[in-house]
């Protein structure tokens, strides 16, 4: 209501720290009121589901599965678009970059909107190709999507103007660290899928104090039970999964349009021939060759699961496989958006991560994961034989590059 609404001016003396801002304009106001200050109504969630919950992040939990839902929306739209019009066969990597900006915005004004408090945001994209010559025509895209995609939605009573598009997107510029809470985001993971036409996720990860804290994992065309199939298609499951996990919590799953929340686990395979694996769908993101050396000294049988993005930590947090293999190409640098909320929810639900060398993931280091060789997860009854089978395999690659 309208007794509700704050303009930005109180909302700031309200709060310890500013949050930041982008030119906005209520809806249904002439093109000239976005010059005039931005009314932002903020909605702040109930403090009374905090306490009851026992989850101290239940207020950053709820807004970050907000978050991702609105974004997901616009995602959804545009990805049907693509596949629609054939473009991905194209060179045109434009409607791809507009849902990447586009879910980037959203969920930078759905944090700012729901949750109290300084606010730092590490993501993927900046504006520094918008503002360039030339660059017009899809900023007035992106402009015109995110707003039918708040007017579809309806949670908020605004628009943005172009400038104001520009400004959200730079929220995300934070480098992230070891101290203070900050939001880590991948706006569409899994690109090459979401162009496909097959599986990617909206990412949302926050750390306090450098630990990841809570994950949650948007996956629009992922099926809401299980994967029945080795390549992830559905026998008339729900499609939509929404994946989440805050630390001591453990891990949920429900469904992208609303479905209550159940809890997930790890599979509970002990035995390695009963284990199947999933990698990255890009060999050029994984190398297969390596994965498939690892899985032979397991005595792992069945063939690799390819998908897409962190949709691979959600299906092996609710047991679908039991095995996550990654392994760049040498010299490749692992950022953090990409691991922070797939692993949370991977370990909440019971399961390990780790790198090549057996050490947990280290995000507290600014944008990128220093780490060895690669990543792996799995539950912990398997973790020690993947190890040794996974130190095994890449001893033997390096000989044979030696030899060379
Ligand atoms: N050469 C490379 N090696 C490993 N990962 C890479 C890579 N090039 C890109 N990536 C990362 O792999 C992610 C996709 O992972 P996956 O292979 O599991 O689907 C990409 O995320 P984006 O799609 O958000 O750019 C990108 O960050
Ligand atoms: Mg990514």
Redesign the pocket.
Known sequence: SSSRALTLTQSRARLPHPPPTFPTHRRGASSSSAASPPRLRRRLLPVRAMASSGNPYAAELAAAKKAVTLAARLCKTVQQNIVHSGIQSKADKSPVTVA?YGSQILVSLALMMEVSGPFSLVA?EDSEELRKDGAEEILEEITDLVNETLVDDGSYSMSFSKEGILSAIDNGKSEGGPTGRHWVL?????????VRGD??AI?LALLDEGKVVLGVLACPNLPLSSISNPNGSSSGDRIGALFSATIDCGAEVESLDGSPPQKISVCSIDNPVNASFF????S???MHDLTSSIAEKLGVQAPPVR??????YGALARGDGAIYL?F??KG?R??I??HAAGSIVVTEAGGIVTDAAGSNLDFSQGRFLDLDTGIIATNTQLMPSLLKAVQDAIKEKNHAASLL
């Open positions: 990447d993927e991948d706006p569409i993971d899994g690109t090459k899928g979401f599986q990617y990412a990698e990255s769908y890009e050029a993101h994984s998908i897409d993005s962190q949709a691979k990654r760049p190409h490749y692992e950022k958006w990409d």
